[in-house]
């Protein structure tokens, strides 16, 4: 196996280096903090993110990206997506010229590029060299070794089949893909659905509505994402379905959590000061909204979760607005 850098100290990048770990490679973490680092490389813990749990002795982690790339046969990011750019800005001097692989589910606000494109623009790498791996992988369940399944997606199948074999576990079972736009679509789609459907369960709603948003999410997303190119089975796959049912189910799920508070009453602003992890449909739901609309597609799910988030609508008033839409056929 191999070495590995992952950019991203936080609940993801921790429970990805263990399943690299796992799968018998050396991996060297870059985390913002120094105190973060230190905890992983000489306790073998990460104690703000995934407390109780160690870590394998195969995992690094350093402040310095240099140190945090060198050998690396590939280089993993997962930070928050809106300031992704700036972030891999400041490491692109020091990446070496090896896959760069995603695993961000969010849109970028104000230039609508997905993480994949993201990477092209800053490095050049081009998709040949860009990967990205997504599916129902909540990091705590990960992180205690609960088998999970997920997708490695590079335009080029012979990059796909390589991180597949880099983090092929025990406990984690990789498939390749090579529909990048339709993995990243699913994935900072099902954040959305997440919010809207914690939205109906903070409103004390029960399974038949949560059944109906994960469902009118599914199309809302696979409307999107096959008017942009996207593979249809793509979005029925554990990158599409998989994650939507996972992270609308859990109540692990940030984004499930937050769409809870603001069905309770919680203002953004309030929620946003009782924690410091992501939740990235919060941001993602005006991206996501605003590309729909550049590409003429109806997004209803969108538009209203972002009219929530901005505190022009109440959750409650949101959930009537779905029911009272005008009536269509299903597969519209
Ligand atoms: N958690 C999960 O189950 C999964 C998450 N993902 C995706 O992975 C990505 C990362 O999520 P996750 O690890 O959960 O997030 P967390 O909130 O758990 O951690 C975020 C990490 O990024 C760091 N960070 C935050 N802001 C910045 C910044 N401005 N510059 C540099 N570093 C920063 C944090 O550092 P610090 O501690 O110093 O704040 C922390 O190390 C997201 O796109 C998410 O959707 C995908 C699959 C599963
Ligand atoms: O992406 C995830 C699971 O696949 C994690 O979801 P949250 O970011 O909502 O916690």
Same mark, same amino acid.
């Given at each position: 196996m191999g070495?590995?850098?992952?950019?991203?100290?936080?609940?993801?990048?921790?429970?990805?280096?263990?399943?690299?770990?796992?799968a018998?490679?050396?991996?060297?973490?870059?985390?913002?903090?120094?105190?973060?680092?230190?905890?992983?490389?000489?306790?073998?813990?990460?104690?703000?993110?995934?407390?109780?749990?160690?870590?394998?002795?195969?995992?690094?982690?350093?402040?310095?990206?240099?140190?945090?790339?060198?050998?690396?046969?590939?280089?993993?990011?997962?930070?928050?997506?809106?300031?992704?750019?700036?972030?891999?800005?400041?490491?692109?001097?020091?990446?070496?010229?090896?896959?760069?692989?995603?695993?961000?589910?969010?849109?970028?606000?104000?230039?609508?590029?997905?993480?994949?494109?993201?990477?092209?623009?800053?490095?050049?790498?081009?998709?040949?060299?860009?990967?990205?791996?997504?599916?129902?992988?909540?990091?705590?369940?990960?992180?205690?070794?609960?088998?999970?399944?997920?997708?490695?997606?590079?335009?080029?199948?012979?990059?796909?089949k390589r991180l597949q074999d880099l983090c092929h576990?025990?406990?984690?079972?990789p498939? !390749?893909? +090579? *529909?990048?736009?339709?993995? &990243?679509?699913?994935? @900072?789609?099902?954040?959305?659905?997440?919010? /809207?459907?914690? =939205?109906?369960?903070?409103?004390?709603?029960?399974?038949?509505?949560?059944?109906?948003?994960?469902?009118?999410?599914?199309?809302?997303?696979?409307?999107?994402?096959?008017?942009?190119?996207?593979?249809?089975?793509?979005?029925?796959?554990?990158?599409?379905?998989?994650?939507?049912?996972?992270?609308?189910?859990?109540?692990?799920?940030?984004?499930?959590?937050?769409?809870?508070?603001?069905?309770?009453?919680?203002?953004?602003?309030?929620?946003?000061?009782?924690?410091?992890?992501?939740?990235?449909?919060?941001?993602?739901?005006?991206?996501?909204?605003?590309?729909?609309?550049? !590409?003429? +597609? *109806?997004?209803?799910?969108? &538009?209203?979760?972002? @009219?929530?988030?901005?505190?022009?609508?109440? /959750?409650?008033? =949101?959930?009537?607005?779905?029911?009272?839409?005008?009536?269509?056929?299903?597969?519209?």
């Amino acid at each position: 196996m191999g070495r590995i850098a992952v950019f991203g100290a936080g609940s993801w990048g921790t429970a990805f280096s263990m399943v690299l770990a796992d799968a018998g490679n050396q991996v060297t973490m870059w985390g913002r903090r120094e105190e973060v680092c230190a905890a992983i490389a000489d306790r073998h813990e990460n104690p703000d993110y995934l407390p109780g749990i160690t870590l394998p002795p195969s995992i690094t982690a350093t402040h310095d990206p240099a140190v945090a790339v060198d050998g690396a046969e590939a280089v993993v990011f997962a930070v928050p997506s809106q300031s992704f750019r700036d972030n891999l800005a400041e490491w692109a001097p020091v990446l070496p010229e090896v896959p760069l692989v995603s695993l961000m589910k969010g849109v970028e606000l104000g230039s609508l590029r997905r993480m994949s494109e993201v990477i092209d623009e800053v490095t050049g790498a081009g998709p040949e060299r860009i990967a990205v791996i997504s599916g129902p992988n909540l990091s705590h369940e990960i992180a205690h070794r609960e088998p999970a399944a997920s997708v490695v997606a590079c335009a080029d199948e012979d990059v796909a089949k390589r991180l597949q074999d880099l983090c092929h576990s025990t406990a984690f079972r990789p498939y !390749t893909s +090579v *529909d990048v736009l339709g993995c &990243e679509l699913g994935g @900072a789609y099902k954040n959305v659905v997440a919010l /809207a459907v914690g =939205m109906a369960v903070g409103l004390g709603f029960g399974d038949n509505t949560t059944a109906s948003v994960i469902t009118r999410g599914l199309a809302e997303t696979a409307r999107l994402a096959t008017a942009l190119g996207a593979n249809p089975l793509t979005l029925m796959g554990l990158a599409g379905l998989g994650d939507l049912v996972a992270t609308c189910s859990s109540p692990l799920s940030r984004n499930r959590t937050f769409g809870e508070k603001l069905g309770k009453g919680e203002t953004t602003e309030e929620i946003y000061a009782s924690t410091r992890q992501v939740a990235e449909g919060a941001k993602s739901c005006s991206s996501l909204l605003a590309l729909a609309r550049a !590409t003429d +597609v *109806d997004a209803p799910i969108a &538009e209203h979760v972002e @009219a929530v988030v901005a505190g022009k609508l109440t /959750a409650g008033e =949101m959930m009537q607005a779905f029911i009272a839409r005008d009536t269509k056929a299903e597969t519209d």
